[in-house]
Protein backbone atom coordinates (compact mmCIF):
# COMPACT_ATOMS: atom_id res chain seq x y z
CA UNK A 1 0.00 0.00 0.00
CA UNK A 2 0.50 3.61 -0.81
CA UNK A 3 2.20 5.69 2.33
CA UNK A 4 0.08 8.45 2.41
CA UNK A 5 1.94 11.01 4.28
CA UNK A 6 0.41 13.05 7.42
CA UNK A 7 -1.34 16.71 6.76
CA UNK A 8 -0.71 19.31 8.47
CA UNK A 9 -2.98 22.22 8.95
CA UNK A 10 -0.98 25.44 10.67
CA UNK A 11 -3.69 28.25 11.98
CA UNK A 12 -3.97 31.32 10.08
CA UNK A 13 -6.48 34.32 11.00
CA UNK A 14 -8.66 35.78 8.01
CA UNK A 15 -10.67 38.71 8.16
CA UNK A 16 -13.65 38.99 5.16
CA UNK A 17 -14.53 41.74 2.52
CA UNK A 18 -17.73 41.87 1.16
CA UNK A 19 -17.94 41.86 -2.75
CA UNK A 20 -21.38 43.28 -3.88
CA UNK A 21 -23.31 42.21 -6.96
CA UNK A 22 -24.03 45.81 -8.87
CA UNK A 23 -27.01 44.68 -10.67
CA UNK A 24 -28.78 43.23 -7.80
CA UNK A 25 -27.25 45.46 -4.79
CA UNK A 26 -26.48 43.03 -2.69
CA UNK A 27 -23.76 41.00 -0.98
CA UNK A 28 -22.25 38.38 -3.59
CA UNK A 29 -19.70 37.05 -1.48
CA UNK A 30 -16.55 37.79 0.91
CA UNK A 31 -13.03 37.70 -0.07
CA UNK A 32 -11.05 36.08 2.50
CA UNK A 33 -7.89 38.08 3.41
CA UNK A 34 -5.16 36.96 5.64
CA UNK A 35 -3.76 38.39 8.61
CA UNK A 36 -0.93 36.61 10.60
CA UNK A 37 -1.52 36.49 14.20
CA UNK A 38 2.37 37.42 14.45
CA UNK A 39 1.18 41.06 13.47
CA UNK A 40 3.63 40.72 10.18
CA UNK A 41 1.96 42.07 7.02
CA UNK A 42 0.24 39.98 4.91
CA UNK A 43 2.51 39.83 1.41
CA UNK A 44 5.75 39.88 3.82
CA UNK A 45 4.44 36.34 5.53
CA UNK A 46 3.23 35.14 2.35
CA UNK A 47 6.26 35.88 0.12
CA UNK A 48 8.70 34.69 3.25
CA UNK A 49 6.94 31.39 2.70
CA UNK A 50 7.17 31.11 -0.59
CA UNK A 51 10.75 31.59 0.01
CA UNK A 52 11.51 28.81 2.13
CA UNK A 53 9.37 26.48 -1.14
CA UNK A 54 6.39 26.61 1.12
CA UNK A 55 3.70 27.17 -1.85
CA UNK A 56 1.91 23.63 -1.04
CA UNK A 57 1.48 24.29 2.11
CA UNK A 58 0.29 27.80 1.95
CA UNK A 59 -2.30 26.62 -0.48
CA UNK A 60 -3.05 24.23 2.09
CA UNK A 61 -3.39 26.30 4.72
CA UNK A 62 -4.88 29.34 3.36
CA UNK A 63 -7.92 26.83 1.91
CA UNK A 64 -8.47 24.58 5.26
CA UNK A 65 -8.30 27.81 7.53
CA UNK A 66 -10.44 30.35 5.53
CA UNK A 67 -13.14 27.61 4.48
CA UNK A 68 -13.28 26.81 8.27
CA UNK A 69 -13.97 30.62 9.21
CA UNK A 70 -16.78 30.30 6.67
CA UNK A 71 -17.85 27.38 7.02
CA UNK A 72 -18.12 28.18 11.08
CA UNK A 73 -19.60 31.36 10.88
CA UNK A 74 -21.77 30.44 8.62
CA UNK A 75 -21.30 33.38 6.33
CA UNK A 76 -23.52 33.41 2.97
CA UNK A 77 -22.58 34.12 -0.56
CA UNK A 78 -19.52 33.12 -2.22
CA UNK A 79 -15.92 32.49 -0.63
CA UNK A 80 -13.47 33.74 -2.63
CA UNK A 81 -9.65 32.48 -1.56
CA UNK A 82 -6.30 33.04 -2.99
CA UNK A 83 -4.41 30.54 -4.60
CA UNK A 84 -1.53 29.78 -5.97
CA UNK A 85 -0.91 29.15 -9.25
CA UNK A 86 1.99 26.59 -8.73
CA UNK A 87 0.16 24.85 -6.08
CA UNK A 88 -2.52 22.27 -5.67
CA UNK A 89 -3.84 19.55 -3.29
CA UNK A 90 -2.82 15.86 -3.50
CA UNK A 91 -5.40 13.87 -4.08
CA UNK A 92 -5.86 12.32 -0.19
CA UNK A 93 -6.09 15.94 0.17
CA UNK A 94 -8.97 16.75 -1.72
CA UNK A 95 -10.72 13.74 0.07
CA UNK A 96 -9.89 15.07 3.42
CA UNK A 97 -11.19 18.93 2.18
CA UNK A 98 -14.01 17.30 0.23
CA UNK A 99 -15.53 15.11 3.76
CA UNK A 100 -15.14 18.02 6.18
CA UNK A 101 -16.68 20.92 4.17
CA UNK A 102 -18.74 19.12 2.26
CA UNK A 103 -20.41 20.12 -2.03
CA UNK A 104 -22.74 22.33 -0.33
CA UNK A 105 -19.72 24.68 1.08
CA UNK A 106 -17.37 23.60 -2.28
CA UNK A 107 -19.61 24.84 -4.91
CA UNK A 108 -19.06 28.33 -3.18
CA UNK A 109 -15.72 28.85 -3.60
CA UNK A 110 -14.47 31.29 -5.50
CA UNK A 111 -10.81 30.58 -6.86
CA UNK A 112 -8.77 33.29 -7.08
CA UNK A 113 -5.75 32.93 -8.80
CA UNK A 114 -3.19 35.04 -7.73
CA UNK A 115 -0.60 36.84 -10.04
CA UNK A 116 3.06 35.23 -8.64
CA UNK A 117 5.32 33.48 -8.26
CA UNK A 118 4.72 31.31 -12.01
CA UNK A 119 2.43 29.04 -13.53
CA UNK A 120 3.01 25.72 -14.02
CA UNK A 121 0.71 24.24 -16.37
CA UNK A 122 0.02 20.73 -14.96
CA UNK A 123 -0.74 21.92 -11.50
CA UNK A 124 -3.11 24.27 -13.18
CA UNK A 125 -4.87 21.21 -15.17
CA UNK A 126 -5.52 19.35 -12.07
CA UNK A 127 -6.77 22.05 -9.85
CA UNK A 128 -9.55 23.15 -12.83
CA UNK A 129 -10.52 19.38 -13.15
CA UNK A 130 -10.74 19.27 -9.08
CA UNK A 131 -12.86 22.87 -9.34
CA UNK A 132 -15.19 21.48 -12.61
CA UNK A 133 -15.61 18.22 -10.56
CA UNK A 134 -17.08 20.49 -7.70
CA UNK A 135 -18.70 23.33 -9.16
CA UNK A 136 -16.33 25.64 -8.08
CA UNK A 137 -15.53 29.09 -9.93
CA UNK A 138 -12.62 30.43 -11.13
CA UNK A 139 -11.38 33.88 -11.00
CA UNK A 140 -8.28 35.34 -12.15
CA UNK A 141 -7.12 37.66 -9.52
CA UNK A 142 -4.82 40.83 -9.87
CA UNK A 143 -5.87 41.50 -13.23
CA UNK A 144 -3.31 43.54 -15.13
CA UNK A 145 -0.74 42.68 -12.50
CA UNK A 146 2.24 40.25 -12.59
CA UNK A 147 1.39 37.19 -14.43
CA UNK A 148 -2.00 38.54 -14.95
CA UNK A 149 -1.48 41.09 -16.59
CA UNK A 150 -2.85 40.38 -20.12
CA UNK A 151 -5.76 38.70 -22.04
CA UNK A 152 -3.30 35.66 -21.96
CA UNK A 153 -3.92 34.74 -18.52
CA UNK A 154 -7.50 34.88 -19.36
CA UNK A 155 -7.53 32.95 -21.78
CA UNK A 156 -5.49 30.21 -20.66
CA UNK A 157 -7.40 30.31 -17.45
CA UNK A 158 -11.04 30.86 -18.65
CA UNK A 159 -12.29 32.31 -15.56
CA UNK A 160 -16.14 33.05 -14.38
CA UNK A 161 -14.95 35.95 -13.35
CA UNK A 162 -11.70 38.71 -13.79
CA UNK A 163 -10.95 40.70 -10.70
CA UNK A 164 -9.51 44.17 -11.74
CA UNK A 165 -6.37 45.12 -10.10
CA UNK A 166 -6.98 47.76 -7.36
CA UNK A 167 -3.41 49.15 -8.90
CA UNK A 168 -5.35 49.49 -12.15
CA UNK A 169 -8.65 51.45 -10.73
CA UNK A 170 -6.69 53.51 -7.62
CA UNK A 171 -7.64 57.45 -8.80
CA UNK A 172 -7.91 56.20 -12.42
CA UNK A 173 -10.94 58.97 -12.35
CA UNK A 174 -7.99 61.91 -11.94
CA UNK A 175 -6.94 61.12 -15.48
CA UNK A 176 -8.66 61.23 -18.37
CA UNK A 177 -6.41 58.47 -20.20
CA UNK A 178 -6.81 56.28 -17.43
CA UNK A 179 -10.71 56.63 -17.64
CA UNK A 180 -10.40 55.56 -21.18
CA UNK A 181 -8.14 52.56 -20.19
CA UNK A 182 -9.86 51.44 -17.54
CA UNK A 183 -13.45 51.63 -19.69
CA UNK A 184 -11.69 49.65 -22.12
CA UNK A 185 -10.33 47.11 -20.01
CA UNK A 186 -13.64 46.28 -18.88
CA UNK A 187 -15.30 46.10 -22.44
CA UNK A 188 -12.98 43.78 -23.54
CA UNK A 189 -13.41 41.66 -20.91
CA UNK A 190 -17.02 41.79 -21.54
CA UNK A 191 -16.72 40.77 -24.93
CA UNK A 192 -14.76 37.75 -24.03
CA UNK A 193 -18.01 36.80 -21.50
CA UNK A 194 -16.51 36.98 -18.44
CA UNK A 195 -17.62 38.56 -15.27
CA UNK A 196 -16.34 41.88 -14.18
CA UNK A 197 -14.91 42.80 -9.85
CA UNK A 198 -13.36 45.86 -9.47
CA UNK A 199 -11.23 45.80 -6.60
CA UNK A 200 -9.77 48.49 -4.73
CA UNK A 201 -12.99 51.33 -4.84
CA UNK A 202 -12.66 53.85 -2.57
CA UNK A 203 -15.43 56.00 -3.20
CA UNK A 204 -18.48 56.84 -4.51
CA UNK A 205 -17.74 58.96 -7.98
CA UNK A 206 -15.34 55.41 -8.91
CA UNK A 207 -18.13 53.62 -8.06
CA UNK A 208 -20.90 55.01 -10.04
CA UNK A 209 -18.50 55.46 -13.21
CA UNK A 210 -17.68 51.67 -13.09
CA UNK A 211 -21.06 50.68 -12.91
CA UNK A 212 -21.89 52.96 -16.13
CA UNK A 213 -19.28 51.28 -17.57
CA UNK A 214 -20.59 47.56 -16.82
CA UNK A 215 -18.77 45.98 -14.05
CA UNK A 216 -20.83 42.94 -12.38
CA UNK A 217 -18.83 43.15 -8.86
CA UNK A 218 -17.48 45.76 -6.75
CA UNK A 219 -15.17 45.47 -3.84
CA UNK A 220 -12.93 48.34 -1.61
CA UNK A 221 -13.01 50.54 1.59
CA UNK A 222 -16.17 52.79 -0.14
CA UNK A 223 -17.75 48.62 -0.46
CA UNK A 224 -17.21 47.34 3.37
CA UNK A 225 -14.08 47.23 5.19
CA UNK A 226 -12.86 43.90 6.14
CA UNK A 227 -13.86 42.23 9.25
CA UNK A 228 -15.99 39.42 10.55
CA UNK A 229 -19.04 39.85 8.70
CA UNK A 230 -22.52 40.25 10.26
CA UNK A 231 -24.05 39.73 6.76
CA UNK A 232 -27.86 40.38 5.35
CA UNK A 233 -29.62 37.66 3.99
CA UNK A 234 -27.96 36.76 0.56
CA UNK A 235 -30.88 36.57 -1.97
CA UNK A 236 -30.42 32.48 -2.70
CA UNK A 237 -31.07 31.78 -6.37
CA UNK A 238 -31.77 27.72 -7.52
CA UNK A 239 -28.89 28.20 -10.45
CA UNK A 240 -26.62 31.09 -9.37
CA UNK A 241 -24.00 30.00 -11.70
CA UNK A 242 -25.62 31.60 -14.14
CA UNK A 243 -25.75 34.71 -12.24
CA UNK A 244 -29.54 35.49 -13.30
CA UNK A 245 -29.91 37.96 -10.27
CA UNK A 246 -26.53 39.25 -11.05
Not at 23 to 34: C, D, I, M, R, V
Not at 110 to 128: A, N
Not at 216 to 242: L, V
Amino acid sequence: MPVVKPMYIWPMNYVFQEIKGVKSNSTFGYEALLRPENGMDPQTYVNTRIAMGGEHQLELDSFFNATRIFHDLKIPGYLFINSMPNAVFTAPESNVYIDTYGKDVLSRIVVEILSYPFIDRQTWYTKQMFMLKHDMMCAVDDFGVGLNYGMDAVLFYGPDIVKISKTVIHEFTESPERIEYVKGLIGMLKDQGVKVLAEGIENVVEYEMLKEYGIDYAQGYYIGMPGMPDPPPFIEDGDTRKYTDY
